[in-house]
Nanobody, 125 residues
């Protein structure tokens, strides 16, 4: 199993940056793919980015490509989401999720078994 805790959210002006962290515990973290999702009020929980266990291959939603960077440090059991050039439409609650089945990376929330509580990101215009 994997336990996840997100941090780093906050209020930022458009064009600014934030760095989210997802701290994980559990025996299977180092083999888990980690995904970031976001959910705005009244909307679906959407895929943002994911990274496989080795950290070598990142995956991004088209809406964040070139602005967000996902990385992981398995020695610290932490995954990061660096968010640059933030836009008001990036406002949402951001969740990290883990899939420790060693299958292909999923772009769907249903592909992940473990979730954190989320951290709020608000981008003002």
């Amino acid at each position: 199993q994997v336990q996840l805790v997100e941090s780093g959210g906050g209020l930022v002006q458009a064009g600014g940056s934030l760095r989210l962290s997802c701290a994980a515990s559990g025996r299977t973290f180092n083999r888990a793919a980690i995904g970031w999702f976001r959910q705005a009020p009244g909307k679906e929980r959407d895929f943002v980015a994911a990274i496989i266990w080795s950290g070598r291959v990142p995956y991004y939603a088209d809406s964040v490509k070139g602005r967000f960077t996902i990385s992981r440090d398995n020695t610290k059991n932490t995954v990061f989401l660096q968010m640059n050039s933030l836009k008001p439409e990036d406002t949402a609650r951001y969740y990290c999720a883990a899939d420790d089945t060693l299958g292909p990376v999923s772009y769907s929330k249903y592909g992940y078994d473990y979730w954190g509580q989320g951290t709020q990101v608000t981008v003002s215009s």
